[in-house]
């Protein structure tokens, strides 16, 4: 899903809780800017789909090694 659509934000951190809540994962496209890929990833998104698959990999692994310190 698109994290904004028309303008109107879509995706956010309660989103992405009911979503889970409700069994469903989050996967948002297309996100290429490194502060939105930190953003979503810190609020719990599932998956990114990213035309910078370079960046989002950097990105997703520099997170996944500080999830792992906490």
Same mark, same amino acid.
């Given at each position: 899903?698109? @994290?904004? !659509? @028309? ?8 989103? =992405?809780? $009911?979503?889970?809540? %409700?069994?469903? *994962? ?7 800017? @490194? ?6 990833? @810190?609020? %719990?998104? $599932?998956?990114? =789909?990213?035309?910078?698959? $370079?960046? !989002?990999?950097?990105? #997703?692994?520099?997170?996944?090694? #500080?999830? *792992?310190?906490?």
């Amino acid at each position: 899903m698109p @994290e904004c !659509a @028309e303008g109107v934000r879509i995706v956010s951190p309660r989103f =992405i809780r $009911d979503a889970h809540h %409700g069994g469903f *994962k989050v996967q948002v496209w297309t996100v290429d800017e @490194e502060p939105d890929m930190r953003r979503l990833l @810190e609020w %719990g998104v $599932d998956g990114l =789909i990213s035309n910078r698959l $370079d960046v !989002a990999v950097r990105i #997703r692994d520099a997170f996944l090694a #500080r999830r *792992k310190m906490d």
